[in-house]
């Protein structure tokens, strides 16, 4: 059994490492790192987002930049939708409807309307740091890649992108924690549409 822990949330290093270790046990730790470089994940974007500003608030944030960026995309109705459709609708353009670049300029959109803007450290509060890696290492615990963005396999299906998120991820862990990162996890569990274990077997991922 294996016990795995997605996204490098710091409730991740503040709650679930000293319930492991005070149980003896250790647990394997799969970040996103765009969350190094001061980017935020689109999960605790859309997740965060909705439990602080609530819904109307990201369907405006999100609207605004499918306008400022110009995308082609319809803009999301408030109207006729249930709360709890347009939380379903607002994740689906993210995870399913968007190009990669689009999804990204989206949610890094939002997260400047609100998070970013109510707390210039916000990222602090959400995700744990690079000492957070070294010392869950020095501990025990393992740390393995779960792409660059956290994006869904089966939306981009480029090959040479899905290479570039994993050689990315797997650059920046192992400048962090000076080893070899040789773990993956799927974002949003394994693809089942194409295949990229040849790419995680060149990347160095057992």
């Known amino acids: 059994i294996c016990l795995t822990f997605d996204d490098g949330l710091l409730e991740h290093k503040d709650y679930v490492i000293p319930f492991l270790e005070s149980r003896g046990l250790k647990g394997l730790f799969f970040p996103n790192t765009c969350i190094f470089e001061g980017v935020p994940a689109i999960p605790q974007v859309v997740h965060y987002s909705l439990a602080k500003y609530r819904v109307a608030s990201v369907v405006k944030w999100m609207n605004d930049g499918i306008m400022e960026y110009n995308i082609k995309h319809p803009l999301i109705q408030l109207t006729n939708f249930s709360t709890k459709d347009l939380i379903v609708k607002i994740k689906n353009?993210?995870?399913y409807q968007l190009n990669y670049d689009?999804?990204?300029?989206?949610?890094?959109?939002?997260?400047?309307?609100?998070?970013?803007?109510?707390?210039?450290?916000?990222?602090?509060?959400?995700?744990?740091?690079?000492?957070d890696i070294r010392?869950?290492?020095?501990?025990?615990?393992?740390?393995?890649?779960?792409?660059?963005?956290?994006?869904?396999?089966?939306?981009?299906?480029?090959?040479?992108?899905?290479?570039?998120?994993?050689?990315?991820?797997?650059?920046?862990?192992?400048?962090?924690?000076?080893?070899?990162?040789?773990?993956?996890?799927?974002?949003?569990?394994?693809?089942?549409?194409?295949?990229?274990?040849?790419?995680?077997?060149?990347?160095?991922?057992?």
Do not use: R, W
């Open 93 to 95: 353009i993210l995870k």
């Open 102 to 131: 689009d999804a990204q300029k989206i949610s890094l959109h939002i997260y400047k309307s609100g998070l970013f803007l109510d707390d210039k450290n916000a990222m602090k509060s959400i995700y744990f740091s690079k000492d």
């Open 135 to 206: 010392s869950m290492i020095d501990n025990g615990h393992t740390v393995g890649s779960h792409l660059h963005n956290h994006i869904y396999i089966d939306t981009h299906t480029n090959k040479n992108l899905i290479e570039n998120e994993i050689k990315k991820s797997v650059s920046i862990l192992n400048d962090i924690h000076g080893g070899d990162t040789i773990h993956f996890a799927y974002p949003y569990g394994k693809s089942q549409e194409i295949n990229i274990d040849p790419i995680l077997e060149k990347c160095g991922i057992l």
